[in-house]
């Protein structure tokens, strides 16, 4: 089979590389040359665990091409995915220019049956506006007998995990209306299916919907935490020992129930508001999720509140060490990361930073260059300083050696943005400590 993928980002090139790692034909395009040159050149744009391997031993086996011009490579194949980025329009509803830039490339070139699938996250009635935007374009050729398909299959990848989540994903959602369409995309996937028949097919609304239905899910159930999280901390009680204690509860389940200081990324923040939008457009109210997005605002401001809590509202000329930049581990995503608030934050109160992340040093450069200092590793940063803040939880800072650090900082103090360590611990060594629903 050989298919084309428009969109080389996150989810594109993640899709691409996966379906050529599978034996597919598979042609990333993206307008960005500079980015198409990279990756011929084995430059991968992103931080994603496993992924240059498997760009580069597919490259070089020939069955993962790249491509800038998407009008010479559409008659080639028997599908299209679209993957290009859906931001924020100004009032927070998805921006579907890219994607129907795509379409209407795809109506002007193509001359044969194709099935064009997005991939992006899209509100409810996109690939209808796909559907439109091709038959126009064809229709303005005078070419009415080419027949085309559409397709809906979101993406559930995470970032940080995305190789692993798409080789063994826990499902895979297509809306289509046509039977061949669909037995088109049962094939192409049956390769990530052997172990365990996961393909549900919907019609296109709902598969549309399922993508915002399930991140709106999974932000509900982190600003629920940061709400009961907070509660916690008036009231006199430990979030972490709620946690376990709802989170037990086969009913509730464990995971996603981790308070903190507030989701970002790519996905959440956009598909929250582009949701509440759709409600707005159609008349309904999504009261709910309106609030979700409320208490994730607020709590992007907590560990500032509690620095400055600490230090009776004034922090000028202080050094605060930051440990942590991207929105998530395992990441150099910057895209809304809480990081970038808290920095804006400490900047304008008259405080200096000096941050370590693993990987996301460069994107934050890029984004903010050099208003804050960099620091060569997690020690590195707290010399001097008169706090830790734990921004993201990496690895490498769930264990550090606190004996060595407080000889270096001026003052012992370390805000837990994310509840990675032991409180009496820190107390115990001499650190005052403070965590997010965690009562000192
Ligand atoms: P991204 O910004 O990393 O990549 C989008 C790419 O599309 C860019 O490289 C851009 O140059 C390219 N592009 C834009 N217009 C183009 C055109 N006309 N032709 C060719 N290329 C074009 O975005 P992303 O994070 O990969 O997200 C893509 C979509 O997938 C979004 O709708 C997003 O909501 C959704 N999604 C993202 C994730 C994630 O974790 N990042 C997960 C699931 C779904």
Redesign the pocket.
């Known amino acids: 089979m050989k298919i084309v993928i428009?969109?080389?980002?996150?989810?594109?090139?993640?899709t691409g590389t996966c379906f050529a790692e599978m034996g597919t034909d598979v042609t990333c395009?993206?307008?960005?040359e500079k980015?198409i040159e990279n990756l011929r050149n084995g430059i991968i744009?992103?931080y994603e665990p496993g992924l240059e391997d498997l760009v580069k031993s597919n490259y070089k086996s020939g069955r993962l091409k790249f491509a800038?011009d998407?009008s010479s490579v559409v008659n080639d194949v028997d599908i299209i995915f679209s993957?290009?980025?859906?931001?924020p329009d100004e009032d927070g509803s998805?921006d579907l220019?890219?994607?129907l830039?795509?379409a209407r490339?795809i109506g002007q070139n193509i001359n044969k049956y194709i099935v064009v699938v997005t991939?992006?996250?899209?509100p409810v009635g996109t690939a209808q506006k796909v559907k439109s935007v091709i038959r126009e374009e064809l229709d303005k050729r005078g070419k009415t007998d080419i027949e085309f398909d559409v397709a809906s299959n979101?993406?559930?990848?995470?970032?940080g995990a995305?190789v692993q989540d798409f080789m063994r994903p826990d499902r895979v959602v297509v809306g289509t209306e046509s039977e061949k369409a669909k037995k088109m995309m049962e094939k192409l996937y049956s390769p990530f299916m052997l172990n365990n028949y996961r393909i549900i097919f919907t019609d296109i609304p709902s598969a549309e919907m399922i993508?915002y239905a399930a991140n709106a899910m999974l932000a509900t159930r982190i600003s629920f935490m940061n709400d009961i999280a907070n509660l916690c901390e008036i009231v006199g009680a430990d979030v972490n020992m709620v946690r376990k204690g709802i989170g037990t509860d086969t009913r509730i389940g464990t995971k996603f129930l981790y308070a903190g200081c507030g989701y970002g990324?790519?996905?959440f923040p956009?598909?929250v508001k582009a949701i509440i939008k759709t409600g707005e457009k159609y008349g309904y109210k999504l009261e709910l999720l309106e609030a979700v997005e409320n208490v994730n605002e607020r709590q992007k401001h907590i560990l500032f509140q509690k620095l400055m809590d600490y230090y009776d509202g004034n922090i000028k000329g202080k050094t605060i060490a930051l440990w942590g930049l991207s929105f998530k581990p395992k990441t150099d995503?910057m895209?809304e990361a809480p990081s970038l608030v808290l920095i804006d934050q400490i900047l304008k109160a008259g405080g200096k930073v000096k941050a370590y992340d693993p990987i996301a040093i460069e994107e934050t450069k890029r984004r903010i260059g050099d208003t804050i200092e960099y620091a060569k590793d997690a020690y590195d940063a707290t010399v001097d300083a008169d706090a830790i803040l734990l921004v993201t939880e990496w690895n490498e800072f769930r264990l550090p050696s606190w004996s060595v650090i407080k000889k270096t900082m001026k003052k012992p103090v370390v805000f837990d943005g994310r509840n990675i360590y032991n409180k009496n611990e820190l107390k115990d060594l001499g650190f005052d400590y403070s965590g997010i629903g965690i009562s000192i």
Do not use: M
């Open positions: 428009v969109g080389t980002g996150y989810v594109g090139l993640v395009v993206d307008i960005d980015k744009p992103i800038t998407l993957a290009v980025g859906t931001p998805a220019r890219y994607v830039d795509v490339t991939k992006s996250t899209v979101p993406e559930f990848l995470k970032e995305a993508k990324g790519s996905c956009k598909d995503d895209r």
